[in-house]
């Protein structure tokens, strides 16, 4: 059964001083990547929209800093308020321009911006503002205009990531959302000014990185650039920042490993981690893309995997029993490509899957789920971040060499281990990485997420880290 809902899409604008703004500089057409075909645009922005639109957030930003915290909050709840009226059709736009499941897109993409508001919300409220510290008086402060700069992967979460904390804190916002998903920053620019968010706190811009992310980056009058995305670009975005000495956070690409250890619950482990690699089509930061297995057990391993992919059918991103949809689009479905047909040619051994459409689908940016096994972890695909459901498992003949091998990458964002409880945490706390999830815990959105090594530059976003991450920080000496 096909998802029936139809998204009203709007012409293509910006989002400035609390009005849509049309672009003078042409469009850029967003495709819809099972079918190829251009449905929605978005203006091409300029330095100039940049300039406007971080005019707007600077003018607002005396008046909603000054707003007390109840009212902040109160509005960052209704905004939750209206995403959550609003969540069919934020699912259904994209599924439209990603290609994610539609019914992984309800609860994912629709539904974790409203809980990560509601949870922002709730954390304001508990937060330590002022503190006494000896005889001063330490206090938190809205920091200015904040840059957000976000990806394409998970497009209203990510921008919820940095908006919510941003907003709760008392600053005043330019977000570029990612010219391939753009689609549903727009609703929620719609949805704050329904929530009574005064004009110019919160502004839109669309536009390539080159152009609007750079003027950004650049703009002397922009206090700090909250940028997720990938580490290359990532670095340039720490450069182009470094001249105005702007506050910069960096949450940047993965290449996690989830760690099976010798007493761990096989069937649960594997199921886990293969749900991990192939969640949102492949396309997550987080992603468990490394399988590290103990040697001996590698082929039961495999013949979990491959009774566990069968669940996956691979299809129209509409219907609702889709498990994979396509890649985000036909460049991304060639670049995933190409990294299957190299962990051939390097010698890993195939087992499912491979370069090619699936049977059955001729057009689309469809790619088929693939398995190797026996992967060196110096291999090319053990170590670039590939972003689409590739699984690498890993033997390993030791706890010790498990742990080299886990640590072995450039990457630090996330991880896994399954295993005796107490095994599996020692286990844990030896990874180098931001995250880890010992047998099957619980995502958390008030814990702390952000990367070690090339993952990050050290902060974290969700709970209070964020909101710490969007304060200044004053002492008063009495
Ligand atoms: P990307 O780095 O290509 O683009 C991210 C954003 O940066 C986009 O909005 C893009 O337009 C903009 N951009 C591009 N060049 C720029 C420049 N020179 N200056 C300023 N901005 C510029 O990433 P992507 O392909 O959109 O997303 C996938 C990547 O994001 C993966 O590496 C993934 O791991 C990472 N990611 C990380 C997290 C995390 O929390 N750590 C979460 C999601 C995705």
Redesign the pocket.
């Known amino acids: 059964m096909t998802s029936t809902v139809i998204t009203q899409i709007p012409a293509p604008a910006h989002w400035i001083d609390g009005r849509p703004v049309p672009g003078d500089s042409g469009d850029i057409e967003v495709i819809d990547p099972a079918t190829g075909r251009s449905f929605a645009a978005v203006p091409a922005g300029t330095a100039a929209d940049v300039d406007a639109a971080v005019g707007a957030a600077r003018k607002a930003f005396r008046g909603w800093a000054a707003t007390d915290l109840a009212e902040r909050v109160a509005v960052v709840r209704r905004i939750a308020d209206e995403l959550d009226h609003r969540s069919q059709e934020i699912a259904a736009t994209i599924t439209a321009e990603l290609g994610s499941p539609i019914a992984e897109s309800r609860i994912a993409q629709a539904g974790m911006p409203v809980a990560l508001a509601r949870a922002f919300a709730d954390i304001a409220e508990d937060f330590p503002w002022e503190q006494r510290v000896g005889n001063s008086l330490v206090v938190r402060e809205p920091l200015g205009v904040v840059g957000a ?6 497009p209203l979460n ?1 921008v919820m990531s940095k908006v919510a904390p941003g907003l709760l804190a008392g600053n005043t916002m330019v977000v ?5 998903t753009p689609l549903t920053a727009r609703i929620l620019a719609e949805a704050a000014a329904t929530a009574g968010l005064p004009d110019g706190v919160l502004n839109i811009v669309h536009g ?3 152009a609007v ?2 003027a950004i ?1 650049s703009h002397p009058d922009v206090d700090m650039v909250a ?7 990532g670095k ?2 720490a450069a ?1 920042a470094a001249d105005t000495v702007k506050r910069v956070s960096l ?4 290449k996690s490993a989830s760690v099976i250890l010798e007493d761990a619950d096989l069937p649960t482990a594997v199921a886990q981690s293969l749900a991990s690699a192939w969640f949102n089509n492949g396309q997550v ?1 987080a992603a468990w893309t490394r399988l590290l297995v103990p040697a001996a057990r590698q082929s039961e391993v495999l013949d979990l995997l491959v009774t566990a992919a069968q669940h996956y059918h691979v299809g129209d991103p509409t219907d609702e029993a889709t498990r994979l949809g396509p890649l985000v689009s036909e460049a991304q479905r060639r670049r995933v490509e190409a990294y299957v047909e190299r962990g051939i040619a390097d010698g890993a051994t195939l087992v499912m899957g491979g370069p090619h459409r699936p049977e059955g689908l001729k057009t689309g940016a469809y790619i088929r789920p693939t398995i190797f096994a026996d992967v060196d972890p110096d291999s090319v695909i053990a170590q670039d ?1 590939i ?1 689409g459901p590739v699984l690498s498992v890993i033997p390993y003949a030791d706890e010790e060499q498990a742990v080299e091998i886990a640590n072995n990458s450039v990457y630090g ?1 996330h991880g896994a281990v399954f295993g005796r409880q107490d095994r599996a945490l020692a286990v844990a706390r030896r990874l180098r990485t931001g995250q880890v999830d010992v047998n099957g815990g619980q995502y958390n959105l008030l814990a702390p ?1 952000g ?1 070690y090594k090339q ?2 530059n050290g902060g974290r ?1 969700f709970g209070r880290f964020s909101l710490e991450e969007n304060l200044e920080t004053k002492a008063i000496q009495l």
């Open positions: 700069i976000t990806p394409w992967n998970f990510q570029k959302p990612s010219e391939i390539v990185g080159a992310g750079a980056t940028f997720t995305g990938s580490t290359a670009v340039h975005v182009s949450e940047l690409g993965g930061c971040e972003f964002l997420f990367g993952s990050g976003e």
